[in-house]
């Protein structure tokens, strides 16, 4: 009888210590920078980004990508070099699993949709000047991994309107 009672306390310090620590890393009120590179078929982009927590488990955010990339042609026996750049500009909305599922402060992991356009220059004789993509809608998963309270890693694979693979870099909590 005591050892069953040594083993349900036990048992029960273990569950409680796992849903203290289950909070979304991203708290409600907190802002989030997050930076880093992209996969992408038109050059590597490079994108900053901000999160802001808007409820325990739901944040809000906005995205900037650059990317430089050459095309060449082949033209009438030779081959034509043209430079494009790419500014992409969306805004996102995630829900966090980490209440839901219990997951430790130090992982995140989340979904949601994002909304953006593109802006393409390019310098071909055909195609001189500033083209936008009209506006689009995405999808992301993702997930962090916090090193310490402020500094963490994040992967995430997206599609639709924001980087066609994924993108891996920094978050930084402020």
Known sequence: MKMKKSLFAFASAILLSNNLSAQCPIAEGQAQLNAGVGLSSWGIPVYVGLDYGVHKDITIGGELSYRRY???????????NYYRSIIGVSGNANYHFNSLLSIPTNWDFYAGLNIGFYLWSSS???????????????????????????????????????????????????
Do not use: M, P
């Open 70 to 80: 050459n095309d060449y042609y082949y033209n009438k026996n030779y081959y034509t």
């Open 124 to 174: 071909s004789y055909n195609n001189n000047g500033n083209h936008t993509s009209g506006i689009g809608i995405g999808g992301q998963i993702g997930g962090r991994y916090y090193f310490n309270e402020k500094i963490g890693v994040n992967l995430e694979f997206g599609g639709g309107n924001s980087f066609s693979g994924g993108k891996f870099g920094i978050s930084l909590k402020f």
